[in-house]
């Protein structure tokens, strides 16, 4: 639990706590986040929010002081400024996810800080932190881009072709099945760019290719989407 206020407040409920037995640890903050002092900025950002456009997410995003994803755009200009004056549902958070079938977590942030709060909130779900090297290394081997370039280099050369045009062949085909092997390598390499790019770069080659050697276009969107799935449980390079 976080308890945030007043200075002088806080550390007397730290002092009384910790007469009681309790393990205290003092957060390195500059403000009072999460609760009503907050206010005043909050009411700054929600302005400073009306300026913006805000969409839909592709994936879900789960809302701070509701702890469910946000519903719509508008949902998440108001969540930003709730945030700042309720309390993080960080229980509730992680008891949705585990409840929707999560099966795993990637810390993003410095240290190892909500990887150690997950595992004290007795989750079944694994959480790995990018900032920690053995799980760096853990999930550079688990979610290899290389191994993700090999299956659209599979379909590139085993899908039937029904285009005999030669000069069409070999740019819609040959030529991006090169391209995907020069990505291929540039990986095995080390040089190759993020792996945003070099996914998206390979999936235009695969949809070319499937074009080209005219692949009907329900198929062609089975395949790409079984590649997007897979894309999504991918690692971007340590770069």
Not at 52 to 80: C, K, M
Not at 84 to 109: A, C, D, F, S
Not at 151 to 176: C, F, R
Request: proline letters at 4%; hydrophobic letters at 40%; one cysteine or more.
């Amino acid at each position: 639990y976080v308890v945030s206020g007043h200075h002088a407040s806080v550390a007397a409920v730290a002092g009384q706590l910790e007469q009681r037995g309790f393990q205290i640890t003092r957060l390195q903050v500059s403000g009072p986040f999460h609760s009503p002092l907050m206010q005043h900025a909050a009411d700054r950002l929600a302005l400073e929010l009306q300026k913006y456009t805000f969409h839909e997410p592709l994936w879900p995003v789960i809302s701070n002081v509701t702890a469910l994803p946000y519903t719509d755009a508008n949902s998440i200009r108001q969540g930003l400024h709730l945030q700042m004056i309720r309390p993080v549902r960080w229980i509730q958070t992680m008891q949705y996810m585990e409840k929707h079938g999560v099966k795993q977590g990637i810390e993003l942030g410095p240290r190892t800080v909500l990887k150690n709060l997950a595992k004290e909130t007795n989750i079944a779900f694994e959480v790995l932190s990018l900032d920690r090297d053995l799980d760096r290394i853990e999930l550079e081997r688990r979610f290899s881009i290389r191994d993700w370039l090999v299956k659209p280099l599979a379909v590139a050369v085993s899908t039937p072709n029904a285009n005999w045009n030669e000069d069409e062949y070999h740019k819609g085909v040959i030529l991006p099945i090169r391209r995907l092997e020069e990505l291929l390598k540039s990986i095995e390499s080390g040089n190759s760019s993020s792996a945003y790019e070099l996914r998206r770069e390979a999936l235009e080659c695969i949809r070319l290719i499937l074009q080209t050697k005219q692949v009907s276009a329900g198929e062609q969107e089975e395949v790409l989407d079984l590649l997007r799935r897979d894309q999504d449980g991918t690692v971007s390079n340590f770069n």
